[in-house]
C-alpha cells in the first residue's frame, strides 16, 4: 500500500506537441493535472521530465498550474528518464521507496523510466489513466510489459485514496474536491 511519508510522483513528458499528436488530449491532462495537485497538497513531492522541449514544447498549462513551485522539470533526451543523471540522483536524494509514474508515451519513456526504476529497486504504481500513445495498440502493448516486469497498474483515484486511508485524512477534503 501506498503512503504519503514513503512516495514520489513522477510525470514524464507532458508536453504541448506530445499531447498535440493524442486522439484523447483531455483525459491524460485532467489526470495527470489532479495527480500533481494532489501531490502538492498532500507535500509528496513530485518530478517531471520533458523530452527534448525545443523540439517538443514544454509542458502543457493544464498540467504545470496545477503543480507545486518547488517541482523540478529535467530536460532530457534518452528515452529512460533514468539515464539523465540530473533525474536519477533527483530521485534517489528524496530517498522514497515507492514512485506513481504517468506520462506520454506509454510504451517508450514512461516505460523504459519505469524499468530502470524497478530494477534500481523502487515499487512502481502506474497511474494507467495518467498515461498515453499515439496508438490504442502501443498503450496497451506498454502497460502490459510494465505489469509483466512487477509494475502495479492502478489509475489516479484509487492510488489517491490509497495515499488517503481514510476520510479523516486532514487532506480528504481538499483532494476529493480533485475529483469531484
Known sequence: MLDIENT???????????????NKQEPVVKASSTLINAASIMNIPAILTEQYPQGLGK???????????????????SFSA??????AEKVKSYGKKNIIIGGIETHICVYQTVMDLIKEGFNVVVAKDACASRSTDCFKTGIQ????????ISNVETIL????????????????ALIK
Open 8 to 22: 514520489l510522483v513522477v510525470l514524464i513528458d507532458i508536453q504541448e506537441r506530445l499531447v498535440g499528436m493524442l
Open 59 to 77: 509542458t502543457v498549462l493544464g498540467v504545470t498550474a496545477a503543480m507545486s513551485e518547488m517541482t523540478p522539470v529535467i530536460e532530457k533526451t
Open 82 to 87: 533514468m539515464s539523465t543523471p540530473e533525474f
Open 145 to 152: 510489459l510494465m505489469k509483466d516486469n512487477g509494475a502495479v
Open 161 to 176: 485514496f490509497e495515499l488517503l486511508k481514510t476520510s479523516k485524512n486532514p487532506y480528504f477534503k481538499a483532494v476529493q
